[in-house]
C-alpha cells in the first residue's frame, strides 16, 4: 500500500503552480466526443480522473493521446457503445457521457456514477433535463438507459442549482432542435469553460455564468483546440497551506476573481492575501482569529474547500463553525483532525472547532479527495511525523501534489508499506 509521509516542522516558501481545473476536465473531455473532428485540450491536470476518461473514451472507439497535459482526441470513430460497469463506476463525473452520448447517438446506456461519498448525491435533476428534451430514462440494474426518437430543444427549470446537471443539459441540448432554456442554472467558471469549448465547436450558446443559459441547437459540431481554466479549489487548497504553513507563497496561474470568497474569508481571520493578475501572494500570517463559514453555491464559499479550511481554523483563536449547505456528510476529515489533536465536533450539517492548538502526527485515512487534502495540511504543520492512507483519493485530483510541495520546501514522501488497520477507538 501506497502511503504520504509528512514531516511537520517546515515552513512553506517560493512558487506553487496551479494545474488546470479538475471540474472543468472531467466534462471538457466528453464534451469532445460531440464533434466529427479531433479537438485539442491543452492545460489538463495529469490527475487519475483524467486517465480514466482517456481510457473511457477509447473504449467507445475514441483516438486518443495524452502527453504533457495535452489531449487530443479523435472522435471520428466513437460508436454508441453501452458502459453499464468497469471505468465508468470510478468517478462521478463518469455521468458526463450521458449528456454527450445522449447528445450525439440520441440514445446512451451508462452506469451509475462512483466519486466520493459526501452523503446522498442524486441525479434527478440530470434526468428531468434529459427527458424535457424528450429522452425516455430508465434505471435497469444500476445503470441509466436513455432513449429518444429525436431531441427537441425546452425550457428546463432546475429546482436545485446543480453543475452537473447544468452541464450535462447543456451537452445534451447543443444538437438538439430548436432553443433549449435552463433556468436557474449554475454559475461556475466551470460551466462558462465548457461552454466555451462548445461554441468554439460551433454550438450557439448564450448566457453560460449567469443563471439563464440559452441554447440553439446546430446541425453539427466541429473539432477546435481550447485551452482549460486553473483549478480554483487546487488554488484555494495552496492559499490555505500558506496561510497554516507559509513563510511567504506565491501561488501562481490563478484568476483571483474566481477565489474571491475564500480571499474574503482569509482576511476576516486575519490572513493577508495579496492579488496580481494570475497570481496571489500570501505572506507569513500573524495571529488567526475564529471565523464562521457557510458553503454556498458559486459565487458563494464552495463546499469543496470547507474540508481544508477546516484545518486553519484549528489554529485560528476562538470557536469557527462551517455549516456545510450542499453536502450533509462532508465532515470525515473532523474525525482523523481530532486524532490528530484537534477540538472539533460535528453535529448535522455543521462543524465546530475550536482553537487554536498544536496538531500531532498520527496515522490517518483520505476517506475522500478533500478531506485528504485537508490532512495533507494537517500534516504540514503537525509535530512529527503524519502517515496517510488511501491517497488514491487525493491522486484524483490534485497532480503532483507531492513534487509540488517538495518545491516549497515540504518535507513529504510517497512510500510504500505494509497494511496495517488503523484502530479507530
Ligand atoms: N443535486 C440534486 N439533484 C441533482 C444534482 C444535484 O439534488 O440532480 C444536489 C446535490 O446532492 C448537492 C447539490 O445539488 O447537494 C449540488 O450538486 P452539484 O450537482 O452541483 O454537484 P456535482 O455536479 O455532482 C460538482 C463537483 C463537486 C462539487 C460540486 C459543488 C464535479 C465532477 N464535481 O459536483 O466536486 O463539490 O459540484 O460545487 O464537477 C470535488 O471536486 O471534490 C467535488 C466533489
Known amino acids: 500500500m501506497e502511503v504520504y509521509k509528512i ?12 494545474s488546470g481545473a479538475k471540474n472543468s476536465a472531467v466534462a471538457l473531455i466528453p464534451a469532445s466526443l460531440l464533434a466529427n473532428s479531433p479537438v485539442t485540450i491543452e492545460g489538463l491536470p495529469e490527475i487519475l480522473d483524467v486517465w480514466t476518461l482517456k481510457e473511457i473514451l477509447e473504449e467507445v472507439g475514441a483516438e486518443v493521446t495524452f502527453k504533457d497535459g495535452t489531449m487530443i482526441i479523435d472522435p471520428t470513430n466513437v460508436v454508441d457503445m453501452p458502459l453499464p460497469n468497469g471505468n465508468i463506476k470510478k468517478l462521478r463525473a463518469s455521468y458526463y457521457l450521458m449528456g454527450a452520448l445522449l447528445g450525439k447517438f440520441k440514445k446512451a446506456a451508462i452506469g451509475l456514477p462512483g466519486g466520493c461519498h459526501l452523503g446522498p448525491r442524486p441525479i434527478d435533476q440530470h434526468i428531468k433535463g434529459f427527458e424535457a428534451l424528450g429522452a425516455n430514462v430508465s434505471n435497469e440494474h444500476g445503470a441509466i438507459y436513455l432513449r429518444a426518437e429525436e431531441l427537441v430543444g425546452s425550457k428546463i427549470y432546475l429546482d436545485v442549482v446543480s453543475v452537473g446537471a447544468t452541464i450535462n443539459i447543456m451537452l445534451a441540448a447543443v444538437l438538439a432542435k430548436g432553443r433549449t432554456i435552463i433556468e436557474n442554472a449554475a454559475k461556475e467558471p466551470e460551466i462558462i469553460d465548457v461552454a466555451t469549448l462548445l461554441s468554439n465547436m460551433g454550438a450557439n450558446i448564450k448566457g453560460a455564468g449567469t443563471n439563464v443559459i440559452r441554447i440553439d441547437g446546430v446541425e453539427e459540431l466541429h473539432g477546435t483546440k481550447h485551452t482549460i481554466i486553473p483549478d480554483r479549489i487546487e488554488a484555494g487548497t495552496f492559499m490555505i497551506m500558506a496561510a497554516v504553513a507559509g513563510d511567504g507563497v506565491t501561488i501562481d496561474n490563478v484568476i483571483p476573481f474566481h477565489v474571491e470568497a475564500l480571499t474574503a474569508k482569509l482576511r476576516e481571520m486575519g490572513v493577508e492575501v495579496e492579488e496580481y493578475e494570475e497570481k496571489i501572494f500570501i505572506p507569513k500570517p500573524r495571529s488567526l482569529q475564529a471565523v464562521d463559514v457557510k458553503t454556498l453555491v458559486y459565487p458563494g464559499f464552495p463546499t469543496d474547500l470547507q474540508q481544508p479550511f477546516s484545518v486553519l481554523m484549528t489554529q485560528a483563536t476562538g470557536t469557527s463553525v462551517i ?103
Open 323 to 425: 455549516t456545510d449547505s450542499i453536502y450533509s456528510a462532508r465532515f470525515k476529515q473532523i474525525d482523523e483532525l481530532r486524532r490528530m489533536n484537534a477540538n472539533g465536533r460535528v453535529d448535522g450539517r455543521t462543524a465546530s472547532i475550536t482553537g487554536p492548538v498544536s496538531l500531532e502526527a498520527a496515522t490517518v485515512r483520505a476517506s475522500d479527495l478533500r478531506a485528504g487534502a485537508a490532512l495533507v495540511i494537517a500534516g504540514l504543520i503537525a509535530d512529527g511525523e503524519t502517515e496517510i492512507q488511501d491517497i488514491f483519493h487525493i491522486e484524483r485530483g490534485y497532480s503532483s501534489i507531492i513534487e509540488k510541495l517538495q518545491g516549497l520546501g515540504a518535507d513529504i514522501r510517497r512510500v510504500e508499506v505494509k497494511e496495517i488497520e488503523i484502530n479507530n477507538e
Open 7 to 18: 514531516k511537520g516542522a517546515n515552513r512553506l516558501h517560493g512558487t506553487i503552480k496551479v
